[in-house]
């Protein structure tokens, strides 16, 4: 009980602290007295004060206001490949679980190709081949994630199959549509939002990788790796450009992994339960 | 798995180990130096490959009949002297002693064969000088030009034309046998050179005894190598490392007023950058004098002409030119004025249903165009032009398709010194590197004119006309005139900068030990 109690508080921490980024990257234009595209020349490479929070960038532009700014980029474009890859392989593992047979050996046959390759080289190789923009950048990264969630989905309906209650409801005349939705989704459901749910983050450090090696976000788009890969110029002159960048970056994968790790201890202790 | 990755670059390490540490370890004194690819990257080392020819004359490899001084005016080089037989002959006398580094002497024999395999390799050569005819006769070379040509001896200055032994067939790795003061020991193509000082050197033996020339792309890893040590000197240091070396004690920084500008080449064949004032209003909207004393930390002058003023025919005094300032509200006016109108209402500019948008091609590895690109794309936002930017490692595929509505690009305007050059490259309705298809009789007509006028005062006129006419299109809309800035360490002496790219390892250069 007490084990339960305590992952329950730190779920409901983790899910705190992302209302607030949340808040944040929604609500922070709110917050912006900086233009964060604009050049303001004469305020290049300004130090952090009190009308500069975190600086100014090489281009006199407020590097909080720009922060706030390529947070959404950042954060949805990685919690919308969560949600693609988690859609597509779920569906595409329970049914090759399902269905057995040549359909099974055929999409894990395909998702074996995916996993010979090591998945951020694999990224980046499709993302250079679909060229620059954060469209692309969210499809190559789909395209290397949606694996995963595939053999994970199979594996777990495999091993539904034979379950007594999975032969009951055979016996008491379900349909294929019936056991696939009502029995073997919500059973396979919980470990797939853990993974998914611990994901996001590293899906964010993929982006930024991809942004920082020039194939994600394109310019004027203040995204996190991108600006970072401008930033790494003035390491020595403007160190706050790339700190404070990464500062977020860092602050937003915590607060992703903390919840997916609460998530997954409160499912691990209902499950011993 | 990630064990054994890592131990197998340890491994790596372990094995690249000895071989630095023996280049060391060589007796003798070892000077080394860094730069971007844009400066020390060669294909190989055979002159009349590609642009290598130009590479080989900063490495201190191959050397020209003639040199440019430091106000680019060719001095006599392996060329002892010259003399102008008429309009089409001249004479040249290779001077006594020189030898390549093979050992064979340099007689005008090899000169004309040197240049025969050129102009057999190398496309650019014909341009650069059209030779109707050469002789050898012991020292003395007769050249023969197609026309009557007013800068040849510019053109000789051009390291196309270097001077190398064409008997010897090229090596594979170290290319073929010049005349410079260092010789290549060995090479791989734009990555790093490592040379010997050159024993046979008529110009007096030089003072280093090995050279190491690395090529480090990213900037940051560029400044870090000089400051602990890694290398003596940066060859043409990104603006960006200026203020890190400003207040270095150990560290030296010289620069030198070259003729290498930033500017926008528009693609005139494609809708909304045809129109001169929807160029004007852009070239109103970037803000030159911060560009140069941010972006460029002082080491850059804005430009509002053609050529850096500090070449003859370089002042834009009574011109007409529409852009003389920064002035985003004039450009907003100006728009209005050509009837662009937000007639959508989604924040970009439209005429005739079609919305202002331009696509901006650059360079992916020029941080100061990509600032340059930066800074426009939000001023322009401001008054209603949508700009994309795209950027490439190679911009020449982009370029030669017109893939592009206006190009941001960084060239050396004047090289050889001679204004000739850009106008027959460029700004020619047949130029070579005429992308955004610009034509204009006048300018033609210039054009020729200045290829058959000798006096410098009234080619220098003619130039400036050329400008003028230039002015008034704004195909083209220079930004700043950037300057070349070495770094290099307190340890290092008789290095000099030289404005022209062309040089840069001497015999003169020394380190302390």
């Known amino acids: 009980m007490d084990k339960k109690r305590k992952s329950r508080i730190w779920l409901i921490v983790s899910l705190i602290l992302l209302l607030l980024l949340f808040v944040a990257a929604f609500g922070g234009e709110k917050w912006l007295h900086h233009a964060p595209f604009k050049p303001d020349m004469r305020h290049a490479f300004q130090k952090p004060c009190l009308e500069y929070p975190f600086g100014t960038d090489n281009l006199g532009r407020c590097v909080f206001c720009r922060i706030i700014k390529g947070s959404r980029t950042s954060i949805f474009s990685a919690l919308f490949v969560v949600l693609i890859v988690f859609t597509v392989g779920t569906l595409l593992g329970t049914a090759a679980g399902f269905a057995g047979g040549i359909w099974e050996n055929i999409i894990m046959k395909i998702t074996l190709i995916f996993q010979a390759f090591p998945s951020f080289i694999l990224a980046v190789a499709i993302a250079g081949i679909l060229g620059n923009g954060v469209i692309n950048g969210v499809l190559s990264l789909c395209a290397v994630y949606w694996t995963t969630y595939c053999r994970l989905a199979r594996s777990l309906t495999v091993s539904l199959r034979e379950v007594p209650y999975m032969k009951a409801a055979k016996v008491c005349g379900a349909g294929k549509p019936a056991i696939l939705f009502r029995y073997i989704l919500p059973n396979v459901m919980p470990s797939l939002l853990v993974t998914a749910a611990l994901d996001v983050g590293s899906v964010i450090l993929s982006m930024a990788g991809l942004s920082f090696l020039g194939l994600g976000a394109v310019r004027p788009t203040a995204e996190w790796g991108a600006v970072m890969s401008e930033a790494k110029d003035y390491l020595q002159t403007a160190p706050w450009i790339i700190v404070f960048n990464g500062i977020a970056l860092f602050v937003v994968v915590t607060v992703f992994n903390l919840l997916g790790d609460s998530l997954r201890d409160l499912l691990d202790t209902e499950a011993e339960m | 798995m990630k064990r054994k990755a890592a131990v197998i670059m340890c491994a790596a390490m372990i094995a690249a180990m000895p071989m630095s540490s023996v280049n060391a370890a060589e007796s003798g004194k070892h000077f080394t130096a860094g730069a971007t690819t844009g400066f020390f990257g060669a294909e190989s080392l055979d002159v009349a490959y590609n642009w290598d020819g130009w590479i080989m004359s900063i490495y201190g490899i191959s050397e020209n009949l003639f040199r440019l001084d430091a106000s680019y005016v060719p001095q006599p080089w392996i060329a002892e002297s010259y003399e102008n037989v008429d ?215 804005a430009s509002y002409g053609i050529y850096p003023e500090t070449l003859p025919y370089g002042s834009t005094e009574g011109m007409e030119n529409a852009v003389t300032a920064y002035d985003p509200e004039g450009a907003a006016a100006l728009l209005k004025e050509a009837g662009y109108e937000d007639t959508d209402q989604d924040g970009i500019l439209d005429k005739d249903g079609e919305p202002l948008s331009i696509h901006a091609i650059t360079y992916s590895y020029n941080t100061e165009c990509l600032q340059l690109a930066d800074m426009m794309q939000a001023e322009l936002a401001e008054i209603g032009i949508d700009m994309q930017i795209e950027t490439f490692d190679v911009l020449d595929d982009s370029l030669t398709n017109g893939a592009f509505d206006m190009a941001i690009l960084n060239y050396a305007m004047a090289p050889t010194g001679s204004a000739q050059y850009m106008i027959s490259m460029m700004f020619e309705t047949n ?83």
């Open chain 2, 431 to 513: 130029g070579s590197n005429n992308y955004g298809h610009y034509s204009n009789a006048t300018v033609d007509e210039l054009s020729e004119k200045l290829k058959a006028t000798f006096d410098e005062k009234e080619r220098s006129d003619i130039a400036k006309q050329v400008c003028a006419e230039l002015l008034k299109d704004r195909a083209f809309d220079f930004v700043a005139d950037q300057q070349l800035i070495c770094a290099y360490s307190k340890k290092v002496s008789g290095f000099e900068i030289n404005p022209s790219e062309y040089y840069l390892m001497t015999n003169e250069i020394d380190i302390e030990e």
């Open chain 2, 87 to 301: 309009d089409l002959t001249w004479k040249f006398t290779i001077r006594d002693g020189v030898t390549f580094s093979d050992g064979n002497p340099v007689t005008a024999e090899a000169v004309k064969k040197c240049f025969e395999r050129t102009y057999a390799n190398n496309d650019r050569a014909g341009s650069t000088l059209a030779i109707a005819s050469m002789e050898a006769d012991g020292q003395v070379l007769t050249i023969v030009t197609e026309t009557p040509n007013p800068t040849i001896l510019n053109d000789l200055c051009d390291p196309l034309l270097g001077i190398y032994d064409a008997e010897k067939e090229a090596d594979p790795e170290l290319g073929v046998s010049c005349t410079g003061p260092f010789v290549a020991t060995s090479f791989s193509a734009m990555t790093e050179v490592q040379m010997e000082k050159n024993e046979n050197y008529w110009g007096g033996t030089p003072k280093v005894d090995t050279v190491d020339l690395k090529i480090i792309d990213d900037t940051e890893a560029l400044n870090m190598a000089l400051q602990n040590g890694e290398i003596d000197l940066i060859a043409q240091l990104p603006a960006s490392g200026t203020k890190i070396f400003e207040n270095n004690e150990a560290v030296t920084m010289d620069s030198a007023t070259s003729t290498r500008a930033n500017f926008l080449m528009y693609n005139l064949e494609h809708a909304g950058v045809d129109d001169v004032n929807v160029r004007n209003a852009i070239g109103m909207c970037i803000d030159r004098e911060s560009f140069a004393d941010i972006v460029y930390n002082g080491y850059a002058t």
